[in-house]
């Protein structure tokens, strides 16, 4: 084929090629390894769009390298060079999600104890916490240090906030809403016209500039709302703020209050409002019996689903979290397949009705959504705008997977990256929604029992659960009221003398699907090394025990085998 084809065909063929056919082939002989040698940037290149670790674009390789790596967790690509490393490294990441490489825990002492809420700014390097006695802080993810901060008596207790592309906002009393933005993000001096900061903004900024040496944030705007409020939603450049009869849309580069929807609770339903989310065309309202969704080009409802939809779905998965994860195939893997996942469609549907619903979120996409139901009920809808045009039901579009648990209660969720990130009373778990998205698993390797006609009627045939090993004390899930997912690590709180360190080992061998070496050899990717914990600055849980708990703690999947030093 090398010698009969011109080389710009043999390229154009192998860009349908994964990277564990790149593999194969580099050791079926010395031409091809050379060949593929000779051309490893646009190979692997083209690797990266089959594998969707980057998106096409009519830049030079070179730049559309740059242009992944900004799009992606710096400090686990800064070093990367070349497309193949880069793949190599993303590869690698996925599989660590799905619990097929090393993880660890990490904790952040320094950022305090009590923490209430949670936001974090992978590229930057940086975690935003409130805390339950008042105050803020900004910690740096690779030290661990506070590089800066307000003070317990200026910022409110259980002050709820938001961060987006360099905005911070959060809720003072008096139904205030304060904005502060990124220093480096506009000129000194640049405030709205309609909703300058006050002076008690101001003064705030100069002493936390000169507490810290550094002016990181500085006042934006201070906003007051129309009447009394009860949730707030900040995806930049719109921020969300819902009372029980309005949702008011505020444009925060400009200050300006742009739009205002009426919303209530259908029917005769209790005027509970629990949770609100936004996108680019939709504004999302989570009552306790139903999620509604109104346009934001006209204000109307679009689309209502109630907790009565969650007994008529597409599909259903049960997982048995009385059931060990199973046996993991890499000794340092924080999160553990579930071993016991069992797959309904259609009339072998057992029937059960979700109580209420706690929070809903859409996908960074604007297409899927995720409602987190109680009891541990978790509710996945493709595609929903086609439900609104007509297209499919409510029940067509549905996955519903459910979780049997003594305890029970679901408790906070996040959805980013095409992973839902779950705290429930029984564990911490990650669901993955297609598995083979990336080319790192199979359909036949996912760890599913129990199908009964799971064929077409699936809309997500290769969802994929994991669950924290050691993280099910259910006294200690029940104080995470606030969980955060970037593309390398799920945020929350935890106590940290009760962290497992080393991680418990939990199930028999009989949940594996492969061993070590049969995985290794599904990669792709050569010189592979025996895996070993992740160590790393931060302060790990064995050297946190003294700290007040419960601390800001994270499982980092940004591990790679045989490392010894952060990434």
């Given at each position: 084929m090398l010698q009969s084809l011109p080389p710009e065909l043999v390229l154009e063929t192998l860009s349908y090629l994964p990277a564990q056919s790149l593999k194969s082939l580099q050791l079926t002989c010395k031409a091809w390894l050379e060949f593929i040698r000779a051309n490893e940037g646009l190979i692997y290149h083209k690797a990266a769009l089959l594998h969707?670790?980057?998106?096409?674009?009519?830049?030079?390789?070179?730049?559309?390298?740059?242009?992944?790596?900004?799009?992606?967790?710096?400090?686990?690509?800064?070093?990367?060079?070349?497309?193949?490393?880069f793949c190599k490294d993303r590869f690698q990441l996925e599989k660590?999600?799905?619990?097929?490489?090393?993880?660890?825990?990490?904790?952040?002492?320094?950022?305090?104890?009590?923490?209430?809420?949670?936001?974090?700014?992978?590229?930057?390097?940086?975690?935003?916490?409130?805390?339950?006695?008042?105050?803020?802080?900004v910690s740096d993810i690779t030290n661990g240090g506070i590089i800066w901060s307000l003070e317990s008596n200026y910022v409110r207790p259980y002050a709820h906030c938001e961060y987006s592309n360099g905005f911070l906002i959060f809720d003072q009393l008096g139904g205030l809403k304060e904005v502060w933005c990124l220093s480096s993000r506009y000129p000194p001096g640049t405030h709205p016209e309609c909703s300058r900061p006050d002076?008690?903004?101001?003064?705030?900024?100069?002493?936390?500039?000169?507490?810290?040496?550094?002016?990181?944030?500085?006042?934006?705007?201070?906003?007051?709302?129309?009447?009394?409020?009860?949730?707030?939603?900040?995806?930049?450049?719109?921020?969300?703020?819902?009372?029980?009869?309005?949702?008011?849309?505020?444009?925060?580069?400009?200050?300006?209050?742009?739009?205002?929807?009426?919303?209530?609770?259908?029917?005769?339903?209790?005027?509970?409002?629990?949770?609100?989310?936004?996108?680019?065309?939709?504004?999302?309202?989570?009552?306790?019996?139903?999620?509604?969704i109104f346009s934001r080009r006209d204000g109307n409802l679009a689309l209502s689903i109630d907790t009565g939809h969650t007994v008529d779905t597409g599909a259903l998965l049960q997982v048995d979290s009385y059931m060990s994860s199973a046996s993991r195939r890499v000794r340092d893997a924080v999160m553990a397949p579930v071993q016991s996942v069992s797959r309904y469609t259609d009339?072998?549907?057992?029937?059960?009705?979700?109580?209420?619903?706690?929070?809903?979120?859409?996908?960074?996409?604007?297409?899927?959504?995720?409602?987190?139901g109680d009891p541990e009920t978790v509710l996945l809808v493709k595609d929903f705008q086609r439900i609104i045009k007509n297209e499919t039901t409510i029940a067509a579009a549905a996955t519903r997977i459910d979780f049997s648990s003594p305890f029970g209660h679901s408790l906070y969720h996040a959805f980013e990256n095409g992973k839902v990130g779950l705290v429930l009373c029984s564990g911490i778990y990650t669901l993955t929604l297609d598995a083979t998205h990336h080319g790192v698993a199979s359909p036949a390797s996912l760890p599913v029992t129990g199908v009964v006609d799971?064929?077409?009627?699936?809309?997500?045939?290769?969802?994929?659960?994991?669950?924290?090993?050691?993280?099910?004390?259910?006294?200690?899930?029940?104080?995470?009221?606030?969980?955060?997912?970037?593309?390398?690590?799920?945020?929350?709180?935890?106590?940290?003398?009760?962290?497992?360190?080393?991680?418990?080992?939990?199930?028999?061998?009989?949940?594996?699907?492969?061993d070590e070496t049969s995985e290794d050899e599904e990669d792709g990717w050569e010189d592979e090394v025996a895996e070993e914990r992740f160590f790393g600055h931060i302060m790990l849980a064995h050297q946190a025990a003294a700290a007040p708990s419960p601390i800001l703690t994270f499982i980092d999947f940004a591990s790679r085998p045989g490392s010894s030093s952060p990434q």
């Open positions: 969707h670790f980057a998106l096409p674009s009519s830049s030079s390789t070179d730049a559309e390298l740059s242009s992944a790596k900004a799009a992606f967790a710096q400090r686990y690509v800064q070093d990367v060079d070349n497309w193949k490393d660590n999600w799905l619990g097929r490489g090393p993880s660890v825990i990490r904790t952040l002492p320094s950022a305090g104890s009590r923490v209430h809420r949670i936001k974090v700014d992978q590229a930057a390097g940086f975690v935003i916490t409130t805390y339950a006695v008042g105050g803020l802080a002076e008690r903004q101001e003064l705030a900024s100069l002493h936390a500039a000169n507490s810290h040496g550094t002016a990181l944030f500085r006042p934006w705007a201070l906003l007051k709302m129309p009447t009394a409020t009860h949730a707030f939603r900040f995806v930049y450049p719109t921020l969300l703020v819902a009372s029980r009869e309005n949702a008011f849309l505020f444009d925060i580069p400009t200050g300006k209050l742009v739009q205002t929807i009426k919303i209530s609770a259908p029917g005769a339903w209790p005027r509970e409002l629990n949770y609100v989310e936004i996108s680019a065309d939709y504004v999302f309202i989570c009552w306790m019996q139903s999620v509604c009339q072998a549907l057992p029937i059960r009705q979700a109580d209420e619903f706690i929070a809903v979120h859409v996908s960074p996409d604007g297409r899927d959504l995720t409602i987190l799971a064929g077409d009627d699936c809309t997500m045939p290769y969802i994929s659960v994991c669950r924290a090993v050691g993280l099910d004390d259910a006294a200690l899930l029940t104080q995470i009221d606030c969980l955060q997912m970037t593309d390398t690590g799920m945020y929350f709180v935890w106590d940290a003398s009760r962290v497992p360190h080393p991680p418990s080992f939990i199930g028999s061998a009989e949940g594996s699907t492969a």
